[in-house]
């Protein structure tokens, strides 16, 4: 559609960005800085941000960086995650059959994660993402399993990834124990007006097609239509894209962007 008529070779606000052509706004660079240690350290991490800024982006980011020969990488992503499921889960990516009971399920983990960091001279780092849906139950059995060798080392870099609201959750008394086992706690902010542009920039430039698109108050719009939040430039991006293709204009301006907005999205 729009992509023949702005002469690009890739779609460019889509989620399936490749990890090198994305966006580095300097808190993600931190960020990922801080996963690294993370992971390097086998630490317990909190990686939180509100819907749309970023989360997936930097896992994403995160985990393309960790060279295979050194890492191996475990990710769970449910909501309905309960104890059981969650051994299970790892054990499945990890190709080994689970026992049906917690308390063998979670001594075969650590037996198999002897293995592979004695043995294969790897550290696995655990990712459990949409952390903020996960119960008392097992927020409180992951903070058991970091207990190992009597507290002296954590078997594993382990990072809950979840909205703003997980962090709200673990302020509360009832979850100080596991607040109090956390290492590094990532908070990643919405973009500003600056960083938004040169998100949009980074954009069209792997798309390598027409890089003068949007001009400086279509960008306003966007902006103050998203919040600095990447997925909604994304939505009003493409939007606005896919109607000016149909207009036949070269240039996206900011009645165009006031026109999908008002139009087209919720």
């Keep these: 559609?729009?992509?023949?008529?702005?002469?690009?070779?890739?779609?460019?606000?889509?989620?399936?960005?490749p990890t090198e052509s994305l966006?580095?706004?300097?808190?993600?660079?931190?960020?990922?800085?801080r996963l690294e240690f993370v992971a390097e350290k086998r630490l317990f991490a909190l990686v939180t941000a509100d819907v749309g800024c970023g989360k997936t982006t930097a896992i994403r980011k995160f985990t393309a960086s960790l060279p295979s020969d050194r890492y191996q990488v475990l990710y769970l992503s449910d909501s309905k995650l309960t104890p059981r499921w969650f051994y299970k889960g790892l054990l499945d990516q990890l190709g080994v059959e689970s026992k049906f009971y917690r308390g063998d399920s979670k001594r075969q983990l650590h037996q198999?994660?002897?293995?592979?960091?004695?043995?294969?001279?790897?550290?696995?780092?655990t990712i459990v993402d949409e952390a903020h849906l996960l119960d008392r139950e097992t927020l409180e059995e992951i903070r058991f399993l970091l207990n190992y060798k009597m507290d002296s080392l954590n078997p594993?870099?382990?990072?809950?990834?979840?909205?703003?609201e997980l962090w709200d959750?673990?302020?509360?008394?009832?979850?100080?124990?596991?607040?109090?086992?956390?290492?590094i706690k990532c908070e990643i902010p919405q973009y500003d007006r600056a960083q938004t542009q040169e998100y949009i920039a980074a954009h069209l430039a792997y798309a390598k097609g027409?890089?003068?698109?949007?001009?400086?108050?279509?960008?306003?719009?966007?902006?103050?239509?998203?919040?600095?939040?990447?997925?909604?430039?994304?939505?009003?991006?493409?939007?606005?894209?896919?109607?000016?293709?149909?207009?036949?204009?070269?240039?996206?301006?900011?009645?165009?962007?006031?026109?999908?907005?008002?139009?087209?999205?919720p």
Excluded: W
Excluded at 23 to 33: R, V
Excluded at 157 to 164: K, P, S, T
């Design 1 to 17: 559609m729009y992509e023949a008529f702005f002469e690009m070779q890739h779609t460019p606000f889509v989620n399936s960005v």
């Design 23 to 33: 966006y580095m706004s300097p808190m993600l660079d931190e960020t990922l800085g």
């Design 112 to 125: 198999h994660l002897e293995v592979i960091r004695g043995v294969h001279s790897k550290t696995v780092v």
């Design 156 to 164: 594993m870099a382990l990072i809950l990834v979840g909205q703003n």
């Design 169 to 183: 959750k673990l302020k509360l008394q009832r979850y100080a124990a596991i607040r109090q086992r956390i290492d």
């Design 210 to 265: 027409a890089q003068e698109v949007f001009t400086d108050k279509a960008i306003d719009e966007v902006y103050k239509y998203s919040a600095g939040s990447a997925r909604a430039i994304n939505k009003v991006c493409t939007h606005a894209l896919m109607y000016a293709s149909q207009r036949a204009k070269k240039l996206v301006d900011d009645h165009m962007i006031r026109t999908v907005i008002e139009g087209e999205l």
